[in-house]
T-cell receptor, first 114, second 108 residues
Framework: EAGVAQSPRYKIIEKRQSVAFWCNPI?????LYWYQQILGQGPKLLIQ????????DSQLPKDRFSAERLKGVDSTLKIQPAKLEDSAVYLC????????????FGAGTRLSVL | AQRVTQPEKLLSVFKGAPVELKCNYS??????LFWYVQYSRQRLQLLLR?????SIKGFTADLNKGETSFHLKKPFAQEEDSAMYYC??????????WGAGTKLIIKP
């Protein structure tokens, strides 16, 4: 089966610019996660979707970050405006949901904010 | 508070030596623990989960509720085991709470 697809793989922007990341989960996976992984740290959950609804976005900096999963399939994560501290790898993961919670990860998008 | 602690940022052992990657957790309910691995230039992937009680690539991990630990072990390290290893805890909403990771280097 195809894995979780993410694009772009790399992005370099200047601070105060905007950027968007795209994720297409494994077919049939109801749950989709966006993580931020800063160098030297474990992944930090930004937002969790169940189909097209938000389960948890408590750690999403909503003043600058937004995410949507309109049709319950693919998802976009946006940062506007970006700050230097947003430099990180943004990971998307998906799972079947509920107790079937093995998460499958995309390759990630490495963002550098200059 | 729910927390996962991996005390070693870096672990370096010789090929053929035993490996133990430490993971301690803090969780008020019945935990579900995972080990994920990221090999160089590859994506993060599940290595094993405690409820499966299986050995993957020679690795095992036993949940010790008394010591709140889920250490990852392998009796004889191989060079291809060099990778970044993350311990994770499944909390509410089946979210994963992650440790900071341990970089394992196997020396020839």
């Amino acid at each position: 089966e195809a894995g979780v697809a993410q694009s772009p793989r790399y992005k370099i922007i200047e601070k105060r610019q905007s950027v968007a990341f795209w994720c297409n989960p494994i077919s049939g996976h109801a749950t989709l996660y966006w993580y931020q992984q800063i160098l030297g740290q474990g992944p930090k959950l930004l937002i969790q979707f169940q189909n097209n609804g938000v389960v948890d976005d408590s750690q999403l900096p909503k003043d600058r970050f937004s995410a949507e999963r309109l049709k319950g399939v693919d998802s976009t994560l946006k940062i506007q405006p970006a700050k230097l501290e947003d430099s990180a790898v943004y990971l998307c993961a998906s799972s079947l949901g509920g107790s079937r919670n093995i998460q499958y990860f995309g390759a990630g998008t490495r963002l550098s904010v200059l | 508070a729910q927390r996962v602690t991996q005390p070693e940022k870096l672990l370096s052992v010789f090929k053929g030596a035993p490996v133990e990657l430490k993971c301690n957790y803090s969780y008020s309910g019945s935990p579900e623990l995972f080990w994920y691995v990221q090999y160089s230039r590859q994506r993060l992937q599940l290595l094993l989960r405690h409820i499966s009680r299986e050995s993957i690539k020679g690795f095992t991990a036993d949940l010790n509720k008394g010591e709140t630990s889920f250490h990852l072990k392998k009796p004889f390290a191989q060079e291809e085991d060099s990778a970044m290893y993350y311990c994770a805890l499944s909390g509410s909403n089946y979210q994963l709470i992650w440790g900071a990771g341990t970089k394992l280097i196997i020396k020839p």
